[in-house]
């Protein structure tokens, strides 16, 4: 993620990210805390239920883009190029529920990444 495409939380007692991103988000719900978890697991590590008070995480900014689908792109691929992990990809098929079989997208599609 670009610098500046986020702001900075510090973790307090009890916090959890779901919680973060409920308050960040308005929805703690999967995709929502995974973006979090996402953008600081040199922080976290790879457990996303361990953060600690003190913790300074980022936070990323309410954006999305749109994308134009090319031959051969999958929504793996694309999770992989956004963020850094292509098991992600639910967090893009979840912003669009229009595609009935994420492994069927079409090039000249338009779809957003959030």
Do not use: C
Not at 6 to 11: G, L
């Amino acid at each position: 993620m670009p610098n500046g495409w986020f702001s900075w939380y510090q973790v307090k007692e009890g916090d959890t990210l779901s919680g973060i991103a409920l308050f960040w988000f308005g929805n703690g719900a999967e995709p929502f805390w995974r973006r979090i978890w996402l953008a600081n697991r040199q922080v976290i590590g790879e457990d996303p239920n361990q953060i600690f008070p003190g913790q300074q995480l980022k936070l990323p900014l309410h954006f999305s883009i749109q994308y134009h689908i090319e031959e051969g792109d999958t929504l793996f691929q694309l999770a992989d190029w956004v963020y850094d992990d292509g098991n992600s990809w639910p967090i893009i098929h979840h912003a669009n529920q229009w595609i009935q079989d994420p492994d069927q997208i079409q090039p000249s599609w338009w779809i957003t990444i959030p």
